[in-house]
């Protein structure tokens, strides 16, 4: 291969090749860029001849990339992104006040706490356009691996892939239909409550970990009839009498339903929600502007103080 080839690969080879990965189909790749399925067809063998590689396993059905592909499209796409943030950060140096950012946030902290953090924001800063995407945890966490927003505001855990600032601590309260008795204690254990229909979080997001960690613990399992992905759902749930929730303080803030009521758990079950980034990528201006009134406001709100 020569090694001037790469060199000479222009940006419009690069999109093209990133879409056909991430589509998994020229078709849908020429769709996405509006470009023809022959046009997006010759642009990769272009690619491929450049390169002197193989970059995709063609069948009838599918488009895999090969192993040399993956590594082409690991750093073609950290490439690209730096590329995209530096053009974004010397825009944004001719005049801070302006920019464009992307988070994605929890369901509970997107309801919650960012609602007045991002009108107060986009009051103050009306030139920098804000996109917000809410996401299950594993979405989130893929989102910012895979550099689709700037930043995340999620559940806290063990991935060193990730950097945590831990922003708030809270603990996870049971809301118990009235006509249980376990409704009438001032605590409930976990053990009272396995006793109780449960109405679980989906396995997908991160308060079901949390909840699967504190059973297996104390040798419990159980069972649930009803799954929702959103905090709303379950609640209105429990308050229709279908059974216990158990959710993180913060989505019980609205629960005053006379039929349900709210009880804590004991001993305690804490999760941690932070600001969530790629380690050693420093955000643009914008982003990280945004990012800091985040992290300020919820702390605030909620009086957490880091160690």
Same mark, same amino acid.
């Not at 001719?94 to 988070?103: N, V």
């Given at each position: 291969?020569?090694?001037?080839?790469?060199?000479?690969?222009?940006?419009?080879?690069?999109?093209?090749?990133?879409?056909?990965?991430?589509?998994?189909?020229?078709?849908?790749?020429?769709?996405?860029?509006?470009?023809?399925?022959?046009?997006?067809?010759?642009?990769?063998?272009?690619?491929?001849?450049?390169?002197?590689?193989?970059?995709?396993?063609?069948?009838?059905?599918?488009?895999?990339?090969?192993?040399?592909?993956?590594?082409?499209?690991?750093?073609?796409?950290?490439?690209?992104?730096?590329?995209?943030?530096?053009?974004?950060?010397?825009?944004?140096?001719?005049?801070?006040?302006?920019?464009?950012?992307?988070?994605?946030?929890?369901?509970?902290?997107?309801?919650?706490?960012?609602?007045?953090?991002?009108?107060?924001?986009?009051?103050?800063?009306?030139?920098?356009?804000?996109?917000?995407?809410?996401?299950?945890?594993?979405?989130?966490?893929?989102?910012?691996?895979?550099?689709?927003?700037?930043?995340?505001?999620?559940?806290?855990?063990?991935?060193?892939?990730?950097?945590?600032?831990?922003?708030?601590?809270?603990?996870?309260?049971?809301?118990?239909?009235?006509?249980?008795?376990?409704?009438?204690?001032?605590?409930?254990?976990?053990?009272? +409550?396995?006793?109780?229909? %449960? $109405?679980?979080?989906?396995?997908? @997001? &991160?308060?079901?970990?949390? !909840? /699967?960690? #504190?059973? *297996?613990?104390?040798?419990?399992?159980?069972?649930?009839?009803?799954?929702?992905?959103?905090?709303?759902?379950?609640?209105?749930?429990?308050?229709?009498?279908?059974?216990?929730?158990? +959710?993180?303080?913060?989505? %019980? $803030?609205?629960?005053?339903?006379? @039929? &349900?009521?709210?009880?804590? !758990? /004991?001993? #305690?079950? *804490?999760?941690?929600?932070?600001?969530?980034?790629?380690?050693?990528?420093?955000?643009?201006?914008?982003?990280?502007?945004?990012?800091?009134?985040?992290?300020?406001?919820?702390?605030?709100?909620?009086?957490?103080?880091?160690?």
């Amino acid at each position: 291969m020569d090694i001037a080839g790469p060199l000479n690969v222009n940006m419009k080879l690069l999109q093209s090749f990133l879409a056909v990965a991430d589509q998994g189909s020229f078709r849908l790749a020429g769709e996405m860029l509006n470009r023809s399925h022959s046009a997006i067809s010759a642009q990769i063998m272009q690619l491929e001849a450049q390169l002197d590689l193989r970059l995709f396993e063609r069948t009838t059905r599918h488009v895999r990339l090969t192993e040399e592909g993956h590594q082409l499209y690991e750093s073609a796409r950290r490439a690209l992104y730096e590329l995209e943030l530096g053009i974004r950060r010397i825009r944004e140096s001719a005049d801070f006040k302006r920019g464009q950012l992307s988070l994605a946030a929890s369901s509970n902290l997107a309801s919650t706490y960012l609602p007045k953090v991002l009108a107060e924001f986009v009051e103050t800063h009306p030139q920098i356009a804000v996109t917000v995407s809410e996401l299950t945890s594993r979405d989130l966490f893929d989102a910012v691996v895979n550099r689709k927003v700037d930043f995340a505001i999620g559940p806290e855990k063990d991935d060193a892939t990730l950097s945590f600032e831990t922003i708030l601590v809270e603990p996870l309260q049971a809301l118990i239909p009235a006509h249980y008795p376990q409704a009438q204690q001032p605590a409930v254990t976990l053990e009272e +409550l396995v006793r109780v229909p %449960l $109405i679980l979080s989906s396995p997908a @997001t &991160a308060i079901r970990d949390c !909840i /699967e960690v #504190a059973l *297996r613990a104390r040798g419990l399992s159980v069972a649930s009839r009803f799954q929702f992905m959103k905090s709303q759902t379950i609640v209105a749930m429990a308050e229709a009498g279908l059974g216990a929730a158990i +959710l993180p303080a913060s989505s %019980l $803030i609205r629960a005053q339903s006379p @039929t &349900a009521r709210i009880v804590r !758990i /004991e001993p #305690a079950i *804490r999760r941690k929600m932070a600001l969530i980034t790629l380690p050693d990528t420093k955000l643009s201006p914008a982003a990280a502007r945004l990012a800091d009134k985040i992290v300020s406001d919820i702390r605030l709100a909620t009086d957490y103080r880091p160690d």
